[in-house]
């Protein structure tokens, strides 16, 4: 039993590549609720489950996108630069790529024996299980942050703190194209083998 189990997952992990383009076809909350139960049997240190889930639909994208395009002024106004008006629509239209996104933020550490990059590797191997179920469940994911995600005023538009991080905009459908073929390098290539 376990090893078709273990079959099952390496084959999910080779196959699963991110989809960027999605129908309007939203996932049903029951697939949404799957992949974020999957997000939390990640491992993590100190059993601290930093991970937190902001799903977003219909409105909520628009808002998002909103508050990204705002962000986007800001920060280039402090450099004292202009941004045209066609690169502030094109950052206020991301969230709407998909029906769904997920945000997913790390919390920063409260313990003392917790430090905040594990938190954030935590959370992001929640990610990742995220994006194997999502696999799974034939529906296309992605996996994408950008300047947005660091940004103070994001994070505060989601009720976190600046030093909470956000780790990923998941991006939730159903593809809308073909995934692209893609070999990763051998293992082999990227391994040192140590007392063998």
Known sequence: MATTTQSSISEIIKQRRSIGKMTDQVPTRAQIELILEAATHAPNHHKAEPWKFFVLAGEARRELGSVMAQTLIARQKLKGQEVPQAVIEKEQQKPMRSPIIIAVAAEHPTQNNVLQIE??????????????????????????????????????????VPEDEIVAFFYLGYPASQPMEREPLAAASKTTWLGF
Not at 122 to 146: F, K
């Open 119 to 160: 938190n954030i590797e935590a959370t992001a191997a929640a990610v990742q299980n995220m994006l194997l179920v999502a696999a799974e469940l034939g529906l296309a994911a992605i996996w994408r942050t950008g300047d947005a995600a660091f940004d103070p005023a994001v994070k505060q538009w989601f009720g976190l």
